[in-house]
């Protein structure tokens, strides 16, 4: 074998290479070069309106476990996981745990109000009509649910609905809830 045939072999061996590692994503890396948002980050903070225009800030749920939910009204997969995600609230509510669905319908309170009274629910629902979480969470849709230690930090995310009252489901928070 000549050594211009080893050298082109070589070189067709460095440009395969190459090609390849510009074809690898670094999962830990979002395309902004942001690192994604996941399980062991630092849940970023935020301050949204409720339903009775009281402001509400993540910061100042440290010391509980938060189940941050980001759902809109006309997601029938956000719907169907509602009746859980109240069920879930009625067994832990009392203990260090709160509920923030935060909603990012365009129509705000308007849509969301008749919205939480029509299927009774009473956790509490934030409003982000400008869809601000969802950059910041880096979201892919709706519905997506972080759950966040007492110590702001992100222990899981689920993207899609779940049935956050079944016995499993349960157990996890109250196992999170009595871990700090």
């Known amino acids: ?10 070189l067709l061996i460095v440009g395969i290479g190459i090609v390849v590692l510009l074809q690898i994503k670094d999962d830990s890396i979002n395309q902004t070069g942001q690192a994604r948002l996941g399980k062991g980050a630092t849940a970023p ?30 997601c029938p997969p956000c719907v169907d996981e509602m009746p859980s995600m109240e069920r879930l609230y009625q067994q832990l509510k009392g203990e260090d745990f709160d509920i923030l669905a935060v909603s990012v319908d365009k129509q705000g309170a308007e849509a969301v109000l008749p919205f939480m009274k029509k299927h009774n629910l009473n956790f509490t629902a934030l409003i982000d009509a400008k869809g601000s979480l969802q950059n910041k969470y880096q979201t892919t849709g709706v519905p997506e649910t972080f759950i966040i230690d007492r110590n702001g930090i992100i222990v899981e995310k689920v993207i899609g609905p ?5 016995p499993d489901a349960i157990g996890f928070f109250q196992n999170l809830i009595q871990k700090n």
């Open 1 to 10: 074998m000549s050594t211009k045939n080893i050298t082109l072999i070589f």
């Open 162 to 166: 779940r049935d956050w009252a079944a």
């Open 45 to 74: 903070d935020f301050t949204l309106p409720g339903l009775d225009g009281k402001m509400v800030r993540l910061a100042d749920q440290k010391g509980k476990v938060v189940f941050l939910n980001i759902w809109a009204t006309w």
